[in-house]
């Protein structure tokens, strides 16, 4: 089962910033856009950027991402006790011809 | 504003076919978009089980493609889900979601349904 690899779990108090990366290959970040959704417990996942950096409509600016070569970056600015949640990247993977996720970001919020 | 609700017996036994539903308001099933299915077993991350098109094109995840189908039923504007032959492995809360094309993240979502694997 091929997935996106990130961290476990990153912490961060109140009003500072955190990033939380997602590693993949050639076949999936490589070359293709990057999405991330935060998922709060007992909900279903949020899209929270897509096409790398963009966010949708309501996604405060917080909220950046970015992509380069086979990995991506979600960052959150001005950390906020309701920023708790658990993050997960997505992208699609050429060789699979199918859809993959992140092992999923716990974040804490000190 | 699109609406997607899962819908589907919450236990299935070992080795029978787990059958969902997903019924879509808001916006007609055949006028474009994917509509796919992702599961999350309790306190794993999301799996993609598949998409299908209004034309009939469909990608499955390869570790379930043999059992699984997807389909679209325009009539009632739904999207079902067929997963044969599960185990305690299959146990998850399946969600439904629409995705633009096959490179396009997941913009809608449902809340999902709880799928238990138990005889």
């Known amino acids: 089962q091929s997935v996106l690899t990130q961290p476990p779990s990153v912490s961060a108090a109140p009003g500072q910033s955190v990033t939380i990366s997602c590693s993949g290959t050639?076949?999936?970040?490589?070359?293709?856009?990057v999405s991330w959704y935060r998922q709060f417990p007992g909900a279903a996942p949020q899209l929270l950027i897509y096409?790398?950096?963009k966010r949708p409509s309501g996604i405060p600016d917080r909220f950046s991402g970015s992509r380069a070569g086979t990995s991506a970056t979600l960052g959150i600015a001005g950390i906020q006790t309701g920023d708790e949640a658990d993050y997960y990247c997505?992208?699609?993977?050429?060789?699979?011809?199918?859809?993959?996720f992140g092992t999923g970001t716990k974040l804490t919020v000190l | 504003q699109v609406h997607l609700q899962e819908s589907g017996p919450g236990l299935v036994k070992p080795s029978e076919t787990l059958s969902l539903t997903c019924a879509v308001s808001?916006?007609?099933?055949?006028?474009?978009?994917?509509w796919g299915w992702i599961r999350q077993a309790p306190g794993k991350g999301l799996i993609y089980i598949g998409s299908?098109?209004?034309?009939?094109?469909?990608y499955y995840n390869p570790s379930l493609r043999s059992r699984v189908t997807i389909a679209l039923d325009p009539t009632s504007n739904q999207v079902s889900l067929k997963l044969n032959y599960v185990t305690a492995a299959d146990a998850a809360v399946y969600y439904c979601?629409?995705?633009?094309?096959?490179?396009?993240?997941?913009?809608?979502w449902g809340p999902g349904s709880l799928v238990t694997v138990s005889s």
């Open positions: 979601a629409r995705h633009y094309g096959t490179r396009e993240p997941f913009d809608y």
């Open positions: 808001g916006y007609s099933i055949t006028s474009g978009y994917y």
């Open positions: 299908m098109y209004r034309s009939g094109g469909a």
């Open positions: 050639i076949s999936n970040i490589g070359n293709n856009y």
């Open positions: 096409d790398d950096n």
């Open positions: 997505g992208a699609w993977d050429n060789g699979l011809s199918a859809g993959l």
